[in-house]
């Protein structure tokens, strides 16, 4: 932090912090105890933050924790996105839960499908999901940081809408633009446990089916990416190695 006064981040908030561009206006969405708030108007990172929850007993958590800062954070209740206006900010950040939701919060408002807009994205579950997501609907990832919090490895993601839609590939799905940051060996194993646990709940069949020319079973792209990931881990200190397959479009990842 700039300044003695603000709030402590943890390294996931601070990760996030970091990618709010200075001098905009910022969303905190899913504000929770407002401390990432509190921390960017009280640097003067932001001249204006508005702290949105969608629960009452957090955002009355918030305005305490910014009451200090003054009309620089506007608290404000509600559900995702629905409570700005189109062009009220220019960061948004969306913290504290799933893939899943941070999709249906940005699905639901097609504003921010707009290149003027600075994503900050902290994905509590499902980090592959919200990358192949976020590729397929046109936008671009800038940037990843990796950092433990609590125990748990997040992967804070910075993203633009570029329109230039592409299918990503199961690697990248899974392991982004973490490649050689301190921690993703850690990483990688965590994802290959989480591969491993989703190959024995495929069907014996398709767990043991092999690639053709035009298509690669599930079981087999599974076990290709799995072995990457080991390799990475074990044997390249954390620096991965040109994949030993063609990595595979495959949806069900």
């Known amino acids: 932090m700039h300044t003695c006064n603000a709030p402590r981040l943890d390294a996931r908030l601070a990760a996030a912090y970091d990618f709010v561009r200075p ?15 509190a921390a960017l108007a009280g ?34 209740l509600g559900s995702g996105l629905s409570v700005l206006e189109p062009g009220e900010v220019d960061d948004i950040i969306i913290a504290g839960m799933g893939a899943e939701t941070i999709i249906e919060i940005l699905e639901a408002a ?3 499908f707009d290149a003027r807009y600075n994503l900050v994205l902290v994905p509590a579950t499902k980090h592959s999901i919200l990358r192949r997501w976020l590729a397929r609907r046109g936008f671009a ?3 990843e940081t990796l950092c433990q919090a609590a125990g748990r490895w997040y992967a804070v993601m910075n993203a633009q809408y570029t329109g230039a839609a592409r299918e990503p590939d199961g690697l990248f799905c899974l392991t982004g633009l973490t490649n050689g940051q301190p921690g993703c060996s850690e990483y990688y194993a965590v994802q290959n ?20 020319k035009t298509d690669c079973g599930i079981g087999a792209f599974v076990q290709a990416v799995m072995n990457h990931l080991r390799t990475t881990v074990n044997g390249h200190g954390g620096q991965r190695a040109g994949p030993p397959y ?6 069900d990842l």
Do not use: N
Request: net charge positive; glycine share 12%; aromatic share 4%.
């Open 141 to 143: 990832l800038r940037a």
């Open 23 to 37: 001098g905009h206006a910022a969303a905190d969405i899913g504000c929770d105890h407002g401390k990432l708030s």
């Open 246 to 251: 063609k990595t595979p479009r495959y949806r």
């Open 43 to 76: 640097s003067g990172r932001c001249p204006l933050v508005l702290a949105c929850d969608l629960r009452p007993g957090p955002l009355e958590k918030a305005r305490v924790t910014c009451a200090p800062y003054g009309d620089k954070v506007q608290c404000r």
């Open 193 to 212: 446990e989480k591969l491993k646990k989703y190959r024995l709940g495929l069907p014996e069949g398709e767990r043991k089916r092999g690639c053709g």
């Open 110 to 112: 097609p504003w921010v």
